[in-house]
């Protein structure tokens, strides 16, 4: 029972990590160098925390990216 709580616990992981990923791939940063990336992330998360307006700001990109990616 625990070993296949284990098993759904990493292939959820794994879907996580897979779908993260590919929203790198589309905002365009696919080549951009990994320590870029992650600096962005991390002044981002704490931009986030002090910034309502920002995080609704950059909400509405990510939404405008997604609805023209499915049409």
Excluded: C, P, W
Aim: hydrophobic fraction near 40%.
């Amino acid at each position: 029972m625990q070993r296949a709580r284990n098993s759904q616990a990493r292939k959820k992981d794994t879907r996580d990590k897979i779908e993260l990923g590919s929203l790198i791939v589309k905002a365009g940063l696919r080549y951009e160098n990994r320590a870029l990336l992650l600096g962005a992330l991390i002044d981002l998360n704490r931009r986030l925390g002090i910034d309502d307006g920002e995080r609704a700001r950059l909400m509405a990109i990510g939404n405008e990216a997604f609805l023209h990616d499915s049409k």
